[in-house]
Each structure stands twice: as C-alpha cells, then as structure tokens.
C-alpha cells in the first residue's frame, strides 16, 4: 500500500477508448504526479546534514587508509 503526504478522497472516472483503458484524474493531481515523474516533486531527496557529510568524509578517510584483502585470499583463508 502506497502512502502520500496528503491523500484526497475522490472517484476516479474510466475510459475505454479503442480497446484501450485511460483513468480521468483531477489537474491538480496529474501535475503533481508529473512533477513527481520528472524529479521536481516533493520526493525529492534532502540535502545531507553537517554530521552526515561529516560522517560520509571519516568513512571515505577510513577506507583509503585500511589494507583491503584480496578476494581469493579470503577464500584461502576460509576454506572455500
């Protein structure tokens, strides 16, 4: 079940058209899931907080500085 920020109750009307099946929704609602489709909507993603960028940058620190091992040598070790 999919939630939105704000659900309005309406019917929806259909169509068929030339075998073809078309849902009759608002102005309003249809903009609102074109700006979504497009990437201008309210789903949009946040921008990352100071402490997330701080994190995200001691972890990429971590990482470069850290021996990784290669993928067969873990299997050796393992037994695998």
Do not use: W
């Amino acid at each position: 079940m999919m939630c939105y920020e704000q659900e309005i109750p309406m019917s929806v009307a259909t169509l068929t058209l030339a075998g073809k099946k078309f849902v009759v929704i608002p102005q309003r609602e249809y903009d609102t899931l074109k700006a979504r489709a497009n990437g201008k909507g309210k789903a949009r993603s946040r921008k990352p907080t100071k402490q997330e960028l701080g994190d995200i940058a001691e972890s990429r620190r971590v990482l470069a500085t850290e021996k990784t091992i290669p993928f067969s040598e873990v299997r050796r070790k393992l037994g695998v």
